[in-house]
């Protein structure tokens, strides 16, 4: 059984960089899409992009591209999600998730805080 | 404003069914069998329920179903158990871009 595993939580001041993480494990890392999702609090699921690692082809949605940087190293199959400059409205859980076959996301990390504050 | 549309909220008794639509148009529900359905209790990750419009993922109990009638997918949960108390979120391919499309979601409340 596969599973994705993501980094702790993060709380960080407007302007800071941060990278969070994905970590695979039990399946073959290479062969699937890793997506990324932001929930807002108290608001229902946004795509962010979405990144093959075997090739490390990646697509972001218009609403992410640009504020956002989605890469992968497979050597040790985890995926990021990174900022150079946090904002209040980040705030955010971000969630990491497998598109498995049939064009559904079969494997959920179990989510990534992240608190933007001053 | 999600791509896809879903109720903001449905009820129903413990033992009764409830149905959840999602529309979408014919460039994703309508266009392809690729619509997955989500289950998030409070604080929790997502958790897929329903793959291609009606497969169910093994340990996924079967009072759990799907279907589709042309541009609508629904989500059937039949014999319902204070568990299901949950938001749930459609999923579909779109042949607009590679990452699909979320419905807004519902909320279940079991009374």
């Known amino acids: 059984e596969g599973q994705l595993v993501q980094s702790g939580a993060e709380v960080k001041k407007p302007g800071e960089s941060l990278k969070i993480s994905c970590k695979g494990s039990g399946y073959r890392f290479t062969s699937y899409w890793i997506g990324w999702v932001r929930q807002m609090p108290g608001k229902g699921l946004e795509w962010m992009g979405i990144i093959y690692p075997g090739d490390s082809d990646t697509r972001y949605s218009p609403s992410f591209q640009g504020q956002v940087t989605i890469s992968a190293d497979k050597s040790i199959s985890t995926a990021y999600l990174q900022w150079s400059s946090l904002k209040t409205s980040d705030t955010a859980m971000y969630y990491c998730?497998?598109?498995?076959?049939?064009?559904?996301?079969?494997?959920w990390g179990q989510g990534t805080l992240v608190t933007v504050s001053s | 404003q999600s791509a896809l549309t879903q109720p903001a909220s449905v009820s129903g008794s413990p033992g009764q069914s409830i149905t959840i639509s999602c529309t979408g148009t014919?460039?994703?529900?309508?266009?392809?069998?690729?619509v997955s359905w989500y289950q998030q209790h409070p604080g929790k990750a997502p958790k897929l329920m329903i793959y291609a419009v009606s497969n169910r993922p093994s340990g996924v109990s079967n009072r759990f179903s799907g279907s589709k009638s042309g541009n609508t997918a629904s989500l059937t949960i039949s014999g319902l158990q204070a568990e299901d108390e949950a938001d749930y979120y459609c999923s579909s391919y779109t042949s607009s871009n590679t990452l699909g499309v979320f419905g807004g979601g519902t909320k279940l409340t079991v009374l």
């Open positions: 014919s460039s994703d529900v309508g266009g392809y069998n690729y």
């Open positions: 998730v497998r598109r498995g076959d049939y064009y559904c996301f079969d494997y």
